[in-house]
């Protein structure tokens, strides 16, 4: 009596009849195959691509806020406040070790894992690099959390804070849910968080001749988004003897959004991104 055969991807036995049967499906596969490549190549799955998402910046007409290189700049005697949007390459540019890997471990971007649902390497955040220069004044004070970025929409963002209890969405708690099981999974979240650490603007005073730089950031733009303002509220440019804000002034810097898709220029990982905000 011939004793059944066992299925290595099941591990159930087969008789015979079964045993035609899978030979018979097995087969059927090996025949779609090509109707399947043809297919994947007519669109069933997406074709890689890259996403680019630069900003203009709209200087207005007072002379206090103008454009330099590709930093929108305000300016009044003593102070100078320069913005700049980071889209997701310059980020990777900033990190590269960090972004090139299978782990992403650059905090601010996926890195150069495709989303294959989308075909492109979505934008985790958008950030924004802010730079105070206090060539003049006794002591200026910028809070990032009194940030906002307002988009043509109606959303109004408001800005990440680094650990736990600084604002609503912050970098610790958003990490510490990512957390897998795995033994390096600590490290990478420290690794992450390092970055951030460093990165992140914080509230400071700044002194005469103080400079300060630090990023900004915020929750992903929606695709069809076309134009945002960046505020800056609350900036503090004077303070009395006892250490009480006694000016403060509100800044807004407009940008226009640019967002276009196209055939991807390299080839990297097609690995879903994991997670988003």
């Not at 958008?126 to 200026?140: A, I």
């Not at 209890?165 to 708690?173: K, L, P, V, W």
């Amino acid at each position: 009596m011939q004793e059944p055969v066992a299925d290595r991807a099941t591990g159930h036995h087969l008789d015979g009849q079964e045993r035609g049967s899978t030979r018979s499906l097995g087969l059927r596969w090996i025949w779609l195959l090509p109707y399947a490549l043809v297919l994947g190549g007519c669109g069933l799955w997406p074709v890689r691509q890259d996403r680019l998402v630069s900003m203009t910046f709209v200087p207005d007409t007072s002379g206090q806020y103008v454009a330099e290189d590709t930093a929108a700049v305000y300016r009044q005697p003593g102070l100078a406040v320069k913005v700049r949007y980071l889209a997701t390459q310059a980020l990777n540019a900033e990190y590269p070790e960090q972004s090139a890997g299978r782990v992403d471990l650059n905090p601010f971007t996926f890195g150069t894992r495709i989303d294959n649902n989308l075909g492109y390497v979505p934008d985790r955040f958008t950030v924004f690099q802010v730079e105070v220069d206090n060539l003049g004044l006794p002591r200026v004070e910028l809070d990032p959390r009194q940030a906002r970025l307002i988009t043509d929409r109606g959303d109004r963002l408001e800005p990440w804070g680094i650990h736990k209890g600084d604002a609503t969405q912050t970098f610790e708690i958003y990490y510490r849910s990512r957390r897998g099981a795995g033994g390096n999974e600590e490290e990478w979240y420290r690794q992450r968080m390092a970055i951030v650490e460093r990165a992140v603007s914080t509230r400071n005073p700044l002194f005469k001749g103080q400079n300060q730089r630090g990023k900004v950031v915020f929750d992903p733009l929606a695709p069809e988004v076309r134009q945002v303002r960046l505020q800056l509220r609350e900036f503090v440019t004077a303070f009395d003897a006892h250490d009480t804000p006694i000016k403060k002034i509100d800044l807004e810097f407009p940008f226009t959004v640019n967002n276009s898709i196209r055939p991807a220029s390299a080839k990297v990982p097609a690995e879903p991104a994991k997670g988003g905000p």
